[in-house]
């Protein structure tokens, strides 16, 4: 199974910009689809983005398109989230997720519900202030 750590969360400001990194070890990082969810206080955890074992193929959550982009760098093992215009609705704890699936036709739902995923992050805060 593959071993995830995200690093990257913070306290910014609305309007601001963060990266998150979650960075895998323990398998063939390009043998698996890598996404994003996160979870707010008190809400369920959501999907946001999924990305392709090539990186060639992006899935987004639709309140998500356009701020946040997902990319992946095979040679350092790492997915990351571009997030930009961050609002305080933004603020959750955001894991990464591994899993053989592709983001792709049927696969997207497994994506979209993040359920059965090989592999998951401890999770890092993001806190959006207004």
């Known amino acids: 199974q593959v071993q995830l750590v995200e690093s990257g969360g913070g306290l910014v400001q609305a309007g601001g910009s963060l990266r998150l990194s979650c960075a895998a070890s323990g398998r063939t990082f390009s043998n698996y689809a890598m996404g994003w969810f996160r979870q707010a206080p008190g809400k369920e955890r959501e999907f946001v983005a999924a990305i392709s074992w090539s990186g060639g193929s992006t899935y987004y959550a639709d309140s998500e398109k356009g701020r946040f982009t997902i990319s992946r760098d095979n040679a350092k093992n790492t997915v990351y989230l571009q997030m930009n215009s961050l609002k305080p609705e933004d603020t959750a704890v955001y894991y990464c997720?591994?899993?053989?699936?592709?983001?792709?036709?049927?696969?997207?739902?497994?994506?979209?519900?993040?359920?059965?995923?090989?592999?998951w992050g401890q999770g890092t805060l993001v806190t959006v202030s207004s």
């Open positions: 997720a591994a899993d053989p699936t592709q983001p792709v036709g049927t696969g997207r739902n497994n994506w979209r519900r993040g359920k059965a995923l090989d592999a």
